[in-house]
């Protein structure tokens, strides 16, 4: 048998990749830098309860996606009742908005203002939208734009929304936005978005559990998952890469292998800077470019169940820091161990240089206690404790020249025959866990059939990724 297939990054996209590869009978190595599987998607585990990185809901409209979960799951799932509010102005908003709740609570002076500022938005021509704020304004009117866009998104990025890409609004906000749910409950609008929908299938042990079965599958079919291992350095000639640096983060060993392919879903930014030689110094300018946004997240433990009925809250108000709250007592069941305490789990963002970054695990619990309070989603509970999660780099940031830079590292990457980028870190997208499923999946099948897909397209056109025809079940076996 020749070399095996090397899987860097064991998330959605690394896992798919890996376990759609074994079908088809290759022999694959995954290589994976924490101590679990499942990325950004793994379910972590303190005092019995299982939590997860924020919220993860499983919803696609990809159908090799949800064959996939089926099929790795099987009966191992629930079905979870969704509800989720927005926070603004002291009150909470049902998510799809109301009409009647929006009347209610905005009055009607905020109605005619947004009605207004919306016919004004279609009734005026727009040159095409450059940045994220033009895009939502000339399509939902300025004023919806600054009561439930402008305040949250600049939390989420931490910059204007005048200097965010307008790829990222029609990439994410096409299909589920907030000015749609208003156009449909005011009457505007009758196709009510398909993300909208009240209720989802969810792994009943949390999201990581889909990736944690995926692993015990490739590990009962003999193939290799190296956890507290990082890649370190990838050493090519001419159009192939032909060896890896790998370093035990447990006792600091390190070796060299020769991967046959590499599906690599580590940080673009990061892969770059690892090949040896060095790409030239353009390339690597356009990786620095390239920026990231952190989350902190912030888990504490409750006294008391039932608190608030929500599985995730977005918090659109500047005066607390806190951008969402996620609520594990309203997912699965399973994931909590008694009914008297509720986990929760407030999202932070921010860049490696702010103090939120550097701040101590008991500054941040006070912090996120404090504004849980002030928000009212907390009265007189008890905190009985609680811990910090620092994660870099979790959101590509859309900015500046993004996309030229991009343009070069693809260029660049492209010379490499048995190198593929994947995922959300890997290709600098703005995935979800299904977009990032189907690029590990793609990649897989490019491997079988070279060629057969642009891994650059996922997440980028809405027909390619609905039409693609991904074969659930092998479609050789070569062992
Ligand atoms: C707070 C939050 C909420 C989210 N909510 C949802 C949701 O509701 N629904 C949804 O579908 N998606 C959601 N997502 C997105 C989802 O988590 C990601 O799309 C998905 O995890 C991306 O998968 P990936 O494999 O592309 O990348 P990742 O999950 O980031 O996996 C990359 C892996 O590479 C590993 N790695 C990095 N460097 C190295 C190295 N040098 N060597 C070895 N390994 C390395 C990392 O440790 C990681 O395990 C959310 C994400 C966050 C942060």
């Not at 095996?4 to 990749?17: E, H």
Request: charged share 20%.
């Amino acid at each position: 048998m020749g070399d095996p297939i090397y899987i860097l990054g064991a998330g959605p996209a690394g896992m798919a990749a890996a376990y759609r590869l074994n079908q088809l009978g290759f022999s694959v190595v995954v290589v994976e830098r924490e101590e679990k599987v499942g990325g950004l998607a793994k379910s972590i585990q303190y005092q019995g309860f299982i939590l997860d990185y924020g919220p993860h809901r499983f919803f696609t409209k990809i159908l090799p996606v949800r064959e996939l979960w089926d099929q790795v799951l099987e009966s191992e799932q629930v079905t979870v009742r969704r509800l989720t509010r927005i926070y603004y102005r002291k009150q909470y908003f049902q998510y799809p908005i109301q009409a009647w709740e929006v009347l209610r609570k905005v009055g009607w002076w905020e109605s005619l203002h947004i009605v207004l500022s919306y016919l004004w938005a279609q009734l005026i021509p727009r040159p095409a939208p450059q940045n994220f704020a033009d895009w939502v304004k000339g399509k939902f009117g300025t004023r919806l734009f600054q009561m439930f866009f402008e305040g949250y998104t600049e939390k989420l990025w931490g910059i204007p929304c005048t200097e965010i890409s307008a790829d990222w609004a029609a990439q994410r906000i096409k299909g589920l936005s907030l000015g749609q749910a208003i156009q449909k409950a005011l009457g505007w609008n009758r196709s009510l978005a398909k993300s909208l929908i009240d209720q989802f299938q969810f792994p009943r042990l949390g999201s990581g559990q889909l990736y944690e079965k995926m692993q015990e599958y490739l590990l009962a079919e003999g193939q290799k998952v190296l956890l507290n291992t990082e890649v370190v350095t990838l050493r090519h000639r001419g159009s192939q890469v032909v060896e890896l640096q790998l370093r035990n983060l447990q006792d600091g060993s390190e070796t060299w292998v020769s991967p046959s392919h590499v599906i690599s879903s580590i940080p673009l930014t990061v892969l770059v800077q690892s090949l040896r030689k060095l790409p030239p110094p353009q390339v690597l300018q356009a990786a620095r470019n390239l920026r990231f946004r952190n989350t902190v997240l912030v888990y504490l433990i409750v006294q008391g169940s039932q608190l608030f009925p929500d599985n995730w809250l977005y918090i659109n108000d500047p005066t607390v820091g806190v951008g969402r709250v996620t609520n594990f007592a309203n997912w699965s069941p399973a994931m909590l161990p008694n009914q008297e305490q509720t986990p929760l789990c407030c999202e932070y963002w921010c860049n490696f240089g702010d103090p939120l970054w550097q701040a101590p695990e008991e500054e941040l619990l006070a912090l996120a206690e404090k504004e849980l309070r002030q928000i009212g989603l907390l009265h007189d509970q008890k905190i009985y404790s609680g811990f910090v999660v620092r994660l870099p780099r979790t959101y590509p940031i859309y900015t500046g020249s993004y996309k030229e830079d991009l343009a070069i590292l693809q260029e660049y990457l492209s010379q490499f025959e048995n190198l593929q980028v994947v995922g959300r870190y890997g290709s600098f997208k703005y995935n979800n866990q299904d977009h990032s499923l189907l690029m590990g999946l793609l990649a897989a099948e490019n491997i079988l059939r070279p060629g057969s897909h642009n891994l650059w397209q996922v997440n980028s056109d809405d027909d390619y990724q609905e039409e693609i025809k991904v074969p659930s079940s092998p479609l050789t076996i070569q062992r």
